[in-house]
Nanobody, 120 residues
Framework: VKFVESGGGLVQPGGSLKLSCQGD????????VGWYRQAPGKQHELVAK????????KYADSVKGRFTISRNLAKDQVFLQMDNLDSEDTAVYYC??????????????WGQGTQVTVSS
């Protein structure tokens, strides 16, 4: 499955953005999907993930209470609503397959991602 991310941009601290992820096949519906981010000079970090049916989600402690992941199964889409953003959230954001049970599992290939910059 190929994932295409969109919705990034420049936002002031305390602002909000909603990222979108479009899968190129209906096979997206069988995957647990995660939103990851990579800040300059750092490794990829999984910030949120959602089960294949959208019934359960998990968040990294750094975004818990501020980010919300959701999915539209009919349209093969996954979203990340980001509220109360701060400079530490500045990164390139990617959606990709995720493991629900193995927190150490990461994909080996990535799409283009979408840049999120939080700055005044």
């Amino acid at each position: 499955v190929k994932f295409v991310e969109s919705g990034g941009g420049l936002v002031q601290p305390g602002g909000s953005l909603k990222l979108s992820c479009q899968g190129d096949t209906t096979l997206l519906s069988i995957y647990t999907v995660g939103w990851y981010r990579q800040a300059p000079g750092k490794q990829h970090e999984l910030v949120a993930k959602i089960t294949s049916n959208g019934g359960s989600d998990k968040y990294a402690d750094s975004v818990k209470g501020r980010f919300t992941i959701s999915r539209n199964l009919a349209k093969d889409q996954v979203f990340l609503q980001m509220d109360n953003l701060d400079s530490e959230d500045t990164a390139v954001y990617y959606c990709n397959e995720a493991s629900w049970y193995d927190e150490t599992w990461y994909p080996t290939s990535w799409g283009q991602g979408t840049q999120v910059t939080v700055s005044s």
